[in-house]
């Protein structure tokens, strides 16, 4: 073969490989446009779910990932720009929205559900009906660190009985929002306890120990009531009160376990990928129909509008962070 043949055919060849690379980078660019990623919170994340799927009947040709490493892990991959909504059972610390700020990333803050923190307890319990909020902080406090061990030194009509305590751990949401609600400051919790990311296993080590107390969300205790004793909280009212039915967290009458739950989504990915816009407000129109079903409680109707409103003005920042434990959401949107 001439020089000019094996030039010819090398030039072909070249060509076709760039265009292969074309090609191959064109699709991938096309799919990263549908792909929408969602990781976060294990409170929420069966709404995430549900309108995920649902959004993928609506849009065959959408692809969205969700997962759930906790508020905080989701938190971190958020900011470092590895996914593009975070799932969160509290709001956004500051230290995290600076942690965003050095990537170039802001957020819109929207609220799409609230839940109760249900106190459970094991159902051969038949002395713990109602707590205060000073015997759960007698409890849980940092203080209480191996020291508060035994019922009777919560209060004295209790057995003198081992207190087995589960929770989620430390890095959750759920830990940070009970832990502010009861004790009055962030991270004031004790160590002494049985932690899990999966409050499926928190609901499973109450259920299999009579000497136990622990909290999880609403959902966990409705999927296990046969399994648990749900106990009243005494509200700043001096009124014991329960997450269910679950009026009593709509109507801000469980304070001050009743919360919001949040997404917080990258302003650039809703700038920059049509799919994450088309997402968001597929989600705000119609979570509602999932949210009860999975075990949390619609916003108040007169939400709804205003975060859509908000993700259509491109709204930044947090507005919840001002919020104190039992506030009504409206509040604050």
């Not at 072909?12 to 976060?40: F, P, Q």
């Not at 109450?206 to 409705?222: K, P, R, T």
């Amino acid at each position: 073969m001439s020089f000019y043949s094996k030039f010819k055919c090398q030039g072909l060849l070249t060509s076709l490989v760039v265009l292969t690379l074309g090609i191959t980078s064109c699709n991938r660019a096309n799919e990263k446009a549908t792909e929408v990623s969602i990781d976060g919170a294990a409170v929420g994340f069966p709404i995430s779910l549900a309108v995920a799927e649902e959004y993928e009947k609506a849009s065959p040709k959408a692809n969205v990932s969700v997962a759930s490493s906790g508020t905080g892990g989701g938190i971190s991959k958020f900011c470092a720009g590895d996914i593009d909504i975070v799932g969160a059972s509290r709001t956004i610390r500051d230290e995290e929205i600076k942690t965003c700020a050095k990537k170039d990333i802001t957020f819109v803050e929207i609220p799409i559900a609230l839940d109760g923190i249900a106190v459970i307890a094991n159902r051969q319990n038949n002395f713990v009906q109602c707590l205060t909020i000073d015997e759960l902080k007698k409890m849980w406090n940092a203080k209480a660190t191996n020291k508060i061990k035994t019922w009777n030194q919560v209060n004295p009509k209790f057995p003198n009985k081992p207190l087995k305590l589960y929770a989620p751990a430390s890095d959750t949401g759920t830990f940070d929002y009970f832990t502010q609600a009861i004790t009055g400051k962030a991270k004031n919790g004790r160590t002494d306890y049985t932690p899990s990311h999966n409050q499926n296993i928190l609901v499973q080590g109450v259920a299999g120990d009579e000497n136990a107390l622990g909290y999880v969300g609403i959902s966990y205790y409705l999927q296990n009531q046969d399994k648990l004793n749900l106990v009243a909280v005494e509200s700043p009212k001096g009124k014991c009160e329960k997450p269910v039915p679950v009026d009593n967290v709509v109507k801000n009458i469980y304070t001050p376990l009743s919360r919001p739950l949040f997404i917080y989504v990258s302003k650039k990915s809703l700038d920059s990928k049509p799919a994450v816009k088309d997402f968001v407000n597929f989600y705000i129109e119609n979570s509602w129909k999932w949210v009860e079903s999975v075990g949390y409680v619609s916003l108040p109707d007169e939400a709804y509008p205003k975060v859509k409103q908000k993700v259509a003005n491109g709204t930044t920042g947090t507005k919840f962070k001002k919020a104190k434990p039992g506030e009504p959401i409206t509040n604050f949107i």
